[in-house]
């Protein structure tokens, strides 16, 4: 292994673990969960949602994202509620108490990144941006789902 890619795997790390602490935090701050987290924001930013557009929103398969809206549900800080034109269409709501828990939760994502990443020329970003995707394909193991359910492969020939 060389030294590159030594510091590629080192940088992957360093990013692992930051997101760990960062997600040790929220939970220690609020109770909740970086993913509970994630899908109230979601469910904020994107009301009426299905639990399939939500998945979609936050990079979460749709069993995942069903399970932790259980969850967030039997904390009373969401309510479901099937589609009239459309039963098997599930669409979340945020209710009151949800509402609370968003306000005081931390940021899901780690807000000093934000501003800096934000800061940074366009051109810089889409080349993190491009570059991490592609590190995201390279991880991926071959036959595993992505979050919406389709393989690799299948969402390269769409």
Same mark, same amino acid.
């Given at each position: ?25 929220? =939970? ?21 949602? /299905? /639990?399939?557009?939500? !998945? ?10 069903? /399970? ?11 309510? =479901? ?6 039963? =098997? ?5 945020? /209710?009151?108490?949800?509402?609370? !828990? ?22 810089? =970003? ?9 590190? !995201? ?14 393989? !690799? ?6």
């Amino acid at each position: 292994m060389d030294s590159i890619t030594q510091a590629v795997l080192g940088a992957i790390r360093l990013i692992i673990r930051s997101s760990d602490l960062h997600s040790s935090d929220i =939970r220690r701050n609020s109770g909740l969960s970086s993913p509970q987290v994630l899908l109230l924001k979601a469910v904020v930013d994107f009301p009426e949602a /299905t /639990t399939g557009q939500l !998945a979609h929103k936050i990079s979460l398969s749709h069993a995942t994202t069903t /399970t932790v809206l259980n969850r967030l549900e039997s904390l009373g800080f969401i309510s =479901r509620y099937r589609s009239q034109a459309d039963r =098997r269409r599930v669409h979340v709501n945020l /209710t009151a108490p949800g509402r609370d !828990a968003m306000d005081a939760a931390p940021s899901p994502m780690q807000q000093h990144f934000v501003d800096r990443f934000e800061g940074l020329l366009p051109h810089e =970003r889409t080349s993190i941006l491009s570059a991490l995707q592609h590190v !995201a394909d390279m991880m991926k193991l071959p036959g595993i789902g992505e979050p919406d359910g389709d393989t !690799a492969e299948q969402r390269h020939e769409s």
